[in-house]
């Protein structure tokens, strides 16, 4: 070869010179409003800036943010808001998740079917999941569940003392399938063969899940778990609803607030923009580990098969 | 043949998930009176008046429409949204699908560095960008335009696409592209004639999956624009402003939200078997079924 191609009709290039120009669309689209975004982000959460009044100058206060949002004490509670949220969803949609995964792992009549309409809530806008369970669903008046939890005499309150449990329930009604899809589509290497001689050697149910199913689910289960903690931090709509009741009605804002809507308000309420860039700084490294660790392991689950 | 264990967690679970979107279903077709019961009511005289887009609503308190101004506007959010989830999603396929193919074929400097910055993209919540594209589309004159928020969605779109396509580059054989080299094809040949006639199902899957960015997104929406380029989603703010004056309208929050969950529910049937690709971001590919 000659290391030069035709690009087309009469015009020629290096090959060498050819893979970067591949590169030059998609590398504006991220320069523009990827890179330049998260540099002005990193650089103004050195000064003291607000984009109230647009066109005011930055003044630099060098690292007082950061000192300001490390003692602030309303921010820890975020981080375990944060927290308390990923652990409990993440829970609840993996054990859902891993049960659903299982009971489907054998193929019956309409399983596609069943697998498609299982997935539908993930689909949706997550604003309009939000909202229509904000509206239709808990609403104290004339909400479904409100209803229905009072017909067998539970006092269910998902507006204000139950907001924590409304606001999971609606992330594991959304992305229960999610932890599903991933571990069904681990469960998609298990051999055949496999699995047909440990119904011949007549291993129990128990025996059969932990011994032959659950060493080609496991990799899929912590990728799936990674990918749902990276996940909550980002969930921020149907927090935004909840916190938008109207009072009397609506939570302790204490008890649901999590760190993509403090990040919301902060810049978009409180218009705290510089303090807002050094949260989302912390917050983007907390992501990049997560993603860090969740390709790590899915190179090492490639390598190994 | 299913067991009983197994076929009552899946019924259970497909109740949870239809019973909700039913009960949506139920809820556009009441009318103001019927859809505010204090018990829920089945049966009833269907209306289709919440589908009547842009006629306000009544504030039951006075008998006065409220917020007039911004009901009609929705026929049009409901345009913006088609015209800017396509616009994104076309730029997002062009863009991502030279970039994969280089990523894939090539060895590029830098090229792993960039797939994981891209997923660390996809992965963080895009509030943390709103005020630096706030400022930018301020001095640009991008602010509340449609060109705008598309380059904005197909940014953020990118790096699934990228994913997607990669992966689907990366199974399709060299050895078909270096025949036709030798015949003396162009490189453009080679991508457009040999290889993405066969990686078809990839592109759709990219291209649905960069659609939906644009289409589910909120937080651009309400930050970015005003009133002119303002998408479908909008809606949820509108009815949040109703709750703030006490107006509850279950029955037009219903029909309206259907309609914006109607084009992703026919794509979950269309790409049924390579959903699992789209959700993982491009990162697991299996088909499942």
Redesign the interface.
Known sequence: MSGEVFLAGPFRIKEKHLKYLLLIPGSILLFLFAIIPYVWTFGISFYDYSIEVFGRAPVFVGLQNYATMASHPDIWLRYQNTAKFAVTAVGIELLLGLGLALALSEHFRGHRLVLTLSILPMMIAPEITAMVFKVIMFQPEFGFLNWATSIVGLQFDGYGRDAFFAVVSVDAWTWTPFVMLMIVGGLSSVPKSVLEASHVDGAGWWARFRYVIFPYARPFILLAVIFRFADALRTWEVIREWLDVPPPLGPNPLSIDMLPSYLYTLGFRAFETSQMATVGVIMVVMSLVLVYTYLRYLWRIEKVE | ??SI???A??GL??F???F??S??VL?SLKSSEV??????IFIFTPTLQNYEFGSSIIDPHTGEPVFAGIAGQFPRFLGNSIVIALASAG?AI???M??A???S??K?VGGTALL?Y????H??????????????F?RIGLQDTHIGLS??Y???A?PLT?WILKNFFDGFPRSLEDAA?VD??????ILFRVVLPQIKIGLVVAAVFAF?VA?????FTL?LTETKAATF?F??DY??DL??I?V?A?GP??SM?LV??LP??V???LI?RY??IG??AG??R????
């Open positions: 043949m299913l264990p197994r076929f967690l899946i679970w497909l949870m998930v239809l909700p979107l009960w949506i809820t859809a505010v019961s204090k018990i829920p730029i062009v863009a991502g030279l970039l193919y280089s990523l074929r090539y590029v994981t891209m997923l660390t993209l992965a963080v919540t895009p509030i943390v960008f709103t005020p630096a594209l706030y400022e930018l301020k380059l904005v197909a940014t953020f990118l990228v080299k003396g094809a162009s490189t453009f040949d939906t289409w589910n997104d909120f937080i930050t989603v809606l949820a009815f949040d709750l703030r006490g509850l279950p929050l219903a939200s914006h969950m992703s529910f794509f979950a049937f049924q959903l699992l959700f993982s990162t697991i299996r088909e499942v079924d």
